[in-house]
């Protein structure tokens, strides 16, 4: 009964199989790597030329997280996820750490679909690939994974995942996807960069629930050690199925990855300095010009360290949420941006090291730059009437944000501000700014880092000259993240990473749907369906060239809507560590790529022997 069964199934996936190749004979394609509107360069390559398959296998790195931790679940959304848990999972795919939209082989090792009109993919997985106690990853466990994300997951990725029609079990080891659209080429890439989960795992348990019980994944790691809302660490998994894979050759040589969490980013950085974790990433200008002068550093025990990657800088912003009256007033949100005084900042707190964010893509070739070119002015021609004209002049405009002359005072944008306040009704009662019902202006601004005061308090104080009442207001981090998914907040900071590929993940950034929704990542709660359409463009580009110019639409409309002030930002990413890590000789484009770093033990020698006499 069960050879026939499967022989049955078999049988029925090969015409089905036989089926959509008549159809679609000429697209229809089979490949061992996704790429999308490009060509893959490292198709037929035992090893990714970022990685030196030499590596040696040993060692350990640690690195700060912010807060806590209670929830190694971080697929539902609940609680505050610890950081590391991908380590535990395989994806379908990995991705080029070289190439935009490109992808190779994992738990998949080859993929059937229509690059052209992607209406559906069928993953054939790896019959060789296991889970961590033995036993294989099926289609079932894919199934399991992509069915549970559009249920129980938080709504950011229940929203990622919102044109997946359905997802179908064709044999042991193939599982097709079909999207409710036409044409969506980015939902391959989407669904391959999905860690899985395995099915007999979660049997007995609540996907929806936060947990600290221990996950079956197929990763290169294993949980080694947690120390509840300290710390958590990860050992080497010496069984991992997919060492040999050409993607993973020369990676993920650390015996032992540890995450340690620290309450305040400034007792973090002591912590650095004494040894107490061996990786740092430094994000602020001040302690990178003036605090690396400690002693491990001047006898060479940690190494300061600058990477740059084609990426798009991370857009640092302050956000107005336009659900709560003013900030519904785009009139009042474009007067706020001339408070705003970048270039004393930069000078006075910054060493001069950021540059003015004027983009949401900024430093990419995305980014929307002067006026309109001809092919943007024919994307913007549909879209003009249906603006606000205050939104229609900007994305006509060669868009700038207002400068100042650096000196602290600001007058001139000051006064400009106090004039768009007054030409769009508001008026001062007793030196304090009214609305037009006679009620002051009031502001609570929430945070939840401590060092962000120092370059929050200039705006502030140029707010106050300007009449408003302003609270600045510090909160722990879980309250931070409620009160961020419930939208319980006028203004606060934001850094939301971008990449070269934008696709559905920007519908959960601007569209008016994830404005309405608990948990997702369109903070401001834009609500406009020119954005909307615009977003659903970027999605549906059928080519590269098609995507940067829609991209470019795109931007414009988000920055002439002053739903953000986007603040500053680095072109360059600024790390350092203990002087016991080595790195392939060629740097992958679009990463760090710390998975293929190393330890050299002599070096890790010196360094245990320099902290123990300290």
């Known amino acids: 009964m069960q050879l026939s069964f499967a022989y049955a199934k078999k049988i029925g996936v090969m015409c089905v199989l036989s089926a959509m190749a008549s159809q679609v004979w000429a697209v229809v394609q089979t490949t061992p790597y996704i790429a999308i509107h490009t060509t893959a360069k490292y198709a037929n390559a035992q090893v990714m030329p970022y990685a030196n398959p030499n590596a040696p296998k040993g060692g350990w790195i640690s690195q700060a997280s912010n807060g806590t931790f209670d929830n190694l679940n971080g697929f539902n959304g609940k609680g505050s996820s610890a950081d590391g848990t991908n380590f535990l999972f395989d994806s379908l795919m990995s991705s080029s750490l070289d190439e935009p939209s490109v992808m190779y082989p994992l738990l998949a090792e080859k993929v059937t679909f229509d690059p052209d009109k992607t209406k559906f993919v069928i993953f054939h997985l790896n019959p060789k690939a296991r889970f961590s106690n033995g036993t294989p990853v099926t289609a079932e466990d894919v199934k399991f994974t992509f069915d549970t994300i559009q249920t129980k997951a938080n709504p950011g990725f229940q929203m990622y995942l919102s044109d997946l029609d359905k997802t179908e079990v064709l044999s042991k080891y193939q599982v097709k996807v079909t999207f409710k659209s036409e044409n969506n080429s980015e939902m391959p890439l989407i669904l391959?960069?999905?860690?899985?989960?395995?099915?007999?795992?979660?049997?007995?348990?609540?996907?929806?629930?936060?947990?600290?019980?221990?996950?079956?994944?197929?990763?290169?790691?294993?949980?080694?050690?947690?120390?509840?809302?300290?710390?958590?660490?990860?050992?080497?998994?010496?069984?991992?199925?997919?060492?040999?894979?050409?993607?993973?050759?020369?990676?993920?040589?650390?015996?032992?990855?540890?995450?340690?969490?620290?309450?305040?980013?400034?007792?973090?950085?002591?912590?650095?300095?004494?040894?107490?974790?061996?990786?740092?990433?430094?994000?602020?200008?001040?302690?990178?010009?003036?605090?690396?002068?400690?002693?491990?550093?001047?006898?060479?025990?940690?190494?300061?360290?600058?990477?740059?990657?084609?990426?798009?800088?991370?857009?640092?912003?302050?956000?107005?949420?336009?659900?709560?009256?003013?900030?519904?007033?785009?009139?009042?949100?474009?007067?706020?941006?001339?408070?705003?005084?970048?270039?004393?900042?930069?000078?006075?707190?910054?060493?001069?090291?950021?540059?003015?964010?004027?983009?949401?893509?900024?430093?990419?070739?995305?980014?929307?730059?002067?006026?309109?070119?001809?092919?943007?002015?024919?994307?913007?021609?549909?879209?003009?009437?249906?603006?606000?004209?205050?939104?229609?002049?900007?994305?006509?405009?060669?868009?700038?944000?207002?400068?100042?002359?650096?000196?602290?005072?600001?007058?001139?944008?000051?006064?400009?501000?106090?004039?768009?306040?007054?030409?769009?009704?508001?008026?001062?009662?007793?030196?304090?700014?009214?609305?037009?019902?006679?009620?002051?202006?009031?502001?609570?601004?929430?945070?939840?880092?401590?060092?962000?005061?120092?370059?929050?308090?200039?705006?502030?104080r140029n707010l106050k000259k300007l009449g408003i009442q302003v609270s600045v207001r510090q909160v722990d981090v879980p309250q931070y993240i409620e009160r961020m998914r419930r939208s319980d907040f006028q203004m606060t900071t934001n850094v939301m990473p971008q990449s070269l590929t934008p696709g559905n993940e920007q519908a959960q950034m601007w569209s008016s749907k994830a404005a309405d929704e608990v948990g997702n990542y369109n903070y401001a709660g834009i609500k406009n369906p020119v954005i909307d359409d615009a977003v659903q463009q970027v999605i549906r580009a059928p080519n590269r060239e098609q995507l940067i110019l829609r991209t470019k639409v795109l931007d414009r409309l988000l920055r002439s809507g002053y739903y953000h002030i986007l603040t500053y930002g680095n072109d360059k990413n600024w790390y350092a560590y203990w002087n016991m890590y080595k790195q392939p000789h060629v740097k992958p484009k679009l990463s760090l790529g710390l998975d293929y770093w190393w330890s050299d033990p002599q070096q890790a020698q010196k360094v245990s022997q320099y902290l123990r006499k300290q």
């Open 192 to 460: 391959s960069t999905i860690s899985i989960y395995s099915k007999a795992d979660w049997k007995n348990r609540d996907f929806a629930k936060i947990t600290m019980q221990l996950i079956l994944g197929s990763g290169p790691y294993l949980i080694d050690r947690i120390d509840a809302g300290r710390s958590i660490s990860y050992k080497r998994n010496p069984n991992y199925w997919g060492k040999d894979l050409a993607v993973n050759k020369g990676r993920y040589n650390f015996d032992l990855i540890k995450f340690v969490y620290y309450r305040s980013l400034d007792i973090a950085f002591e912590g650095f300095k004494s040894g107490q974790y061996t990786f740092h990433e430094e994000k602020i200008s001040r302690k990178w010009s003036t605090e690396y002068n400690f002693p491990a550093l001047k006898v060479g025990m940690v190494t300061k360290y600058i990477s740059k990657t084609q990426n798009p800088a991370p857009t640092q912003s302050f956000v107005f949420n336009t659900r709560k009256a003013p900030f519904n007033d785009i009139y009042f949100r474009q007067a706020l941006s001339y408070a705003y005084d970048f270039e004393w900042l930069n000078k006075a707190l910054f060493y001069g090291q950021y540059i003015r964010l004027t983009s949401y893509f900024q430093n990419s070739e995305l980014e929307a730059k002067g006026k309109p070119s001809q092919p943007e002015l024919k994307l913007l021609q549909p879209y003009l009437s249906r603006l606000h004209p205050l939104q229609r002049q900007g994305v006509l405009a060669d868009w700038k944000y207002p400068q100042s002359d650096g000196s602290g005072f600001n007058r001139t944008n000051l006064l400009m501000a106090r004039s768009l306040l007054l030409k769009a009704g508001y008026r001062y009662k007793d030196t304090v700014l009214v609305d037009k019902q006679g009620q002051p202006i009031r502001i609570e601004f929430i945070i939840h880092q401590e060092g962000l005061q120092r370059s929050l308090m200039p705006f502030v």
